[in-house]
């Protein structure tokens, strides 16, 4: 139940690309098509964002994406705006009915 | 529309006991699994614990093992965490979420917890 390895920061300028790392093993992000993607505000709960490595929830704009290659899930935001900065968690199954989540990247629009 | 909030956060001593609460609204709680996250202060987030929609299948992260107890209440539409043996490090904001396609996708405010040594 190791947590899954994020960069503490990413930032790029509005109407750029971003695109946020996470990796675990094959254990957890390696082992199943099961990464979500969280964003945070200070003070606030999280919300989903992604789901099963590449899926939307309703209304969520489409320029969040994700993908996972091996043991690395990625999360891209393209369009950068300035409401996008934020806190960004990863999170996989891992498993016999437990899931771990990243540490966090903070995101930063210029 | 979906709605979960939980309650029953505190100041507590260490060694102590607290049972958080989190009452669903807006979906047919009896047909989703249920999670507890928790979030220490600039810390983040953790999974903590989860049930099967029956309650009879739970499952924790090995921290919380033996100490905490993930308990619902279908008919009233009721998630709980029975938290005991609490230690300085348990200090966090804790979240009910709902488990949908193996993400938590619905989530709660939350409710502080804060262990006094």
């Known amino acids: 139940q190791s947590a899954l390895t994020q960069p503490p920061s990413a930032s790029g300028s509005p109407g750029q690309s971003v695109t946020i790392s996470c990796t675990g093993t094959?254990?957890?992000?390696?082992?199943?098509?099961?990464v979500s993607w969280y964003q945070q505000y200070p003070g606030k709960a999280p919300k989903l964002m992604i789901y099963e490595v590449t899926k939307r929830p309703s209304g969520v704009p489409d320029r969040f994406s994700g993908s996972k290659s091996g043991n690395t899930a990625s999360l891209t935001v393209s369009g950068l705006q300035a409401e996008d900065e934020a806190d960004y968690y990863c999170s996989s199954y891992a498993g016999s009915n437990s899931w771990v989540f990243g540490g966090g990247t903070k995101l930063t629009v210029l | 529309e979906v709605q979960l909030v939980e309650s029953g956060g505190g100041l507590v001593q260490r060694e102590g006991s607290l049972r958080l609460s989190c009452a669903v609204s807006?979906?047919?709680?009896?047909?989703?699994?249920m999670t507890w996250v928790r979030q220490a202060p600039g810390k983040g987030l953790e999974w903590v614990a989860a049930i099967e929609p029956g309650g009879s299948e739970k499952y924790y992260v090995d921290s919380v093992k033996g100490r905490f107890t993930i308990s619902r209440d279908n008919a009233q539409n009721s998630l709980y965490l029975q938290m005991n043996s609490l230690r300085a490090d348990d200090t966090a904001m804790y979240y009910c979420?709902?488990?949908?396609?193996?993400?938590?996708?619905?989530w709660g405010q939350g409710t502080l917890v804060t262990v006094s040594s």
């Open positions: 979420a709902t488990v949908s396609y193996w993400a938590s996708a619905s």
């Open positions: 094959s254990r957890d992000i390696g082992g199943y098509d099961h």
């Open positions: 807006g979906f047919t709680f009896s047909s989703f699994w």
